[in-house]
């Protein structure tokens, strides 16, 4: 018998193996320095290994852990304070982003990671300004980081409808050599527990130059690009000013999309662009939740996968989502697909777990690593508790029911142990490597701040928010 | 000062009363004798009565207790049994539907009410056939039960695409006088915390004349009718069939439809038949999950509302839902009008939370008693705790966004505290009046003999879930 780290055990496991879930009753998984060394019947592995520590998850099922692609925790901080009105991002988000402090950002991108851990996520892949903090609390914790860090040269976070954005090759530059010294301090860090990834924030905000160095940078250094692609009215506004086409067509004219590059959104895509991209081999990132409340609209992850390519779930920023997890995102895209088809059939369960796991490990370039419970892949894995109102009655004949429940039911709480690489990061909703106390406390010092110093513009912009908050309707 | 039961205080409250939220910071209600006597500023409150006990919520907001218009607890035994299928009735429940004994359906129901407390609700409005031992769970664990028990003459509980329903007048004046034995075994249970109504299933499902003693029945006792209202294209062939019209007409022929109705889905309306529903002053109740999930669609509440009338929420049933927690169908209903209209401002979160509290309370009937905080009225209430990643940051300055937070960001375990007729119910997730942990463990005796009893037939159905069984997905 081989020594080694864990086994672990459940009556149910989805290992996400081959086209379906993977499906296996009374199974366990072996695994040592971090890696699975085996899944299959508890008494097959227990005939082989001899473990250090054995888990028993005597009432509950095993999964992979779930990948959230497209995150901005650092918003975290500004939760609620940008839904229901038109032209979210000056409408809403303006005059409170431009208020928070880098030190608010990251006490709220702390509680956001762990908001996300407690539901399941094992994968975070988070994206903005200044990512130095959040790769630390990642690597504190003990989750993957999947981290991309905002490169661009539009001067100004703000313009007007219409207003051409003005380019500044030197702070584009020099965002750019942010994301290297970032990447050069966190990028596998802890076995590759950390990646770092370029991110170009979207082809209208930066000069071709720029795009191109993004590109050539993450080639040499064996990493991916993370990028907004074509996104809304004001994108679209900006490429046609500047370059007489739309996003996707100017990206096809000069080759640049290939396998390397996340693509998040493509909110105003035609069904032609979206096979454009995912012919590229490019994995797209869709954030239900959040286009659902900032733009009112369901982005086109089914066209891509149709096309061929690898889609997974995102839940993007929590002014405007408002929510950092992935069960609610499964339950979105299934729901609003369903919904903008008028089709019950469309999306079932079993395709939004695969969004969530492999589809989605895919979709950002780890799909050899993570996404299933496979012989040879790393031990990211969850338990979900099936002794929940929400999860019970269990059926396994003539059909089970636990992952249409865990889809369509779920709230996040059922997650009771959650790994990476091999190690407990959270149980029974505590997130080990954290004090979530001390992260809360830490958030509620900042509000009164940042309200302060936002409140001339927030009701000069007068917003549907201001409105609502004038007619006692907040 | 007076004597009284109970102080309730919090650094915020949301009381319902006018046309917007009515927020208070450093509230408190004073409760007696099962009523609300006064809300105000903690000092006032405290200056005016003296409480035999005060429960302090010292980080958070209190707010009605959520109103669930419409549900099938006795269906919950089968969650998670009948999604991602067309014709959801024959091809996804009905196997399973054959299969349950009453017993079993009477667990399920239990466990489905601890769902739906846990996470809010105080007000269950149930609906099926048996609902006697519904009644008494409701009654020892002190919510508030509405209940409709079917009424229905159509012989078969199933019937093939095109087959005209045979109606049975002595099975449909059985069903008629079961409901009234319910009415006189339970209505006006301990002061009115128990109404019972009357339930037929549909104009479809029975003859003229139950329809109309059904509606009779009712207004001779003071209370109300609960109706399916033309409800997918099922419905409608048969109305067209049987009377050469579709059910709106039909019912608008008759002067059907009034002031003492709940009318549930209008899944097949036009918008001019929703105006014309709404005009009679019946209450509408809308479902949004579960009929995004059996149906695809989204049903018209809006059309409703912007016609003068008042609609509540619904969770429906889990086999096609698959939850019962108002939260969640709070946010799909401003998620799903958001997205069939592309436009985020359409619902916003304070009119989600008006039809889950006050406008839903009106919805059945029962705005005078319920819904909001005010003096007078029946002190049903809930305190969400805002110590969660879900609900922080809070923000009180220059805009709240704790209800935002609520609607699209909690998930159910917020909810700290839930009170009905002045006495609390549920505390930190423990519904006092029931064993929690007895009624899970109740379910899960079931699954196999009601899976043994299905099999048959579900195979023979061969519908969507059957073959993601062979395909291993599910």
Not at 28 to 41: F, K, T
Not at 45 to 56: C, G, R
Not at 348 to 361: D, N, V
Not at 421 to 428: L, P, S
Request: aromatic share 6%; net charge negative; proline share 4%.
């Amino acid at each position: 018998m081989s020594r080694i780290d864990t086994i672990i055990k459940a009556p149910h496991m989805y290992t996400m193996a081959g086209d379906g879930l993977g499906y296996m009753d009374s199974a366990a998984v072996a695994i040592d320095s971090g890696r699975i060394l085996a899944v299959g019947p508890v008494a097959d592995i227990e005939a082989a290994y001899q473990p250090e520590q054995t888990l028993e998850m005597e009432h509950h099922l095993l999964l992979p852990g779930f990948v959230d692609g497209h995150m901005h925790t650092s918003c975290n901080i500004l939760r609620g304070l940008a839904q229901d009105t038109d032209n979210w991002m000056m409408n809403g988000l303006q005059p409170f982003d431009n208020a928070a402090t880098q030190e608010e950002r990251d006490a709220g991108s702390r509680l956001a990671i762990i908001e996300a851990i407690q539901a399941g996520t094992t994968t975070l892949g988070d994206y903005d300004h200044d990512m130095d903090a959040v790769c630390a609390f990642i690597a504190k914790v003990g989750a993957r980081g999947n981290i991309a860090q905002t490169v661009r040269s539009a001067k100004h976070q703000v313009y007007k409808p219409g207003e051409l954005y003005v380019f500044d090759t030197d702070q584009g530059e020099q965002s750019l050599a942010r994301n290297i010294a970032l990447y050069k301090k966190w990028h596998g860090h802890d076995g590759g527990r950390i990646r770092v990834l370029f991110g170009p924030q979207g082809a209208d905000f930066m000069d071709t130059t720029l795009l191109q160095r993004c590109k050539d940078e993450a080639k040499k250094r064996g990493t991916r690009v993370h990028i907004h692609l074509q996104q809304g009215s004001r994108e679209l506004a900006q490429m046609e000013m500047r370059y007489g086409m739309r996003t996707v067509a100017f990206l096809e004219q000069t080759h640049y999309l290939d396998e390397n590059f996340i693509v998040v959104h493509l909110t105003s895509c035609e069904e032609d662009e979206v096979r454009a991209v995912a012919k590229t081999g490019a994995g797209m990132v869709v954030c239900p939740g959040s286009i659902a409340i900032i733009d009112g609209l369901v982005c086109p992850s089914m066209a891509f996968q149709q096309a061929g390519g690898a889609c997974g779930l995102g839940s993007d920023q929590a002014p405007g989502n408002n929510c950092h997890n992935i069960i609610n995102e499964m339950k979105n895209v299934a729901l609003f697909n369903k919904i903008m088809r008028a089709d019950p059939e469309v999306m079932p369960a079993w395709a939004a777990l695969r969004m969530a796991t492999i589809e989605g490990a895919r979709a950002i370039g780890l799909g050899g690593e993570i996404g299933s419970l496979e012989a040879g892949k790393k031990a990211d894995l969850i338990a979900v508790d099936l002794n929940y109102p929400s999860m019970q009655p269990v059926f396994t004949h003539p059909m089970r029911n636990m992952v249409p429940n865990l889809v369509y039911s779920a709230r996040g709480r059922e997650v009771a142990l959650s790994m990476v690489d091999g190690r407990v990061i959270m149980r029974d909703g505590v997130v080990l490597g954290a004090d979530a106390a001390d992260c809360l406390r830490a958030v509620a010092a900042y509000p009164d701040g940042i309200g302060a110093r936002a409140e001339k513009e927030f009701f000069a912009i007068n917003g549907t928010n201001a409105q609502y908050m004038r007619n006692d309707q907040l």
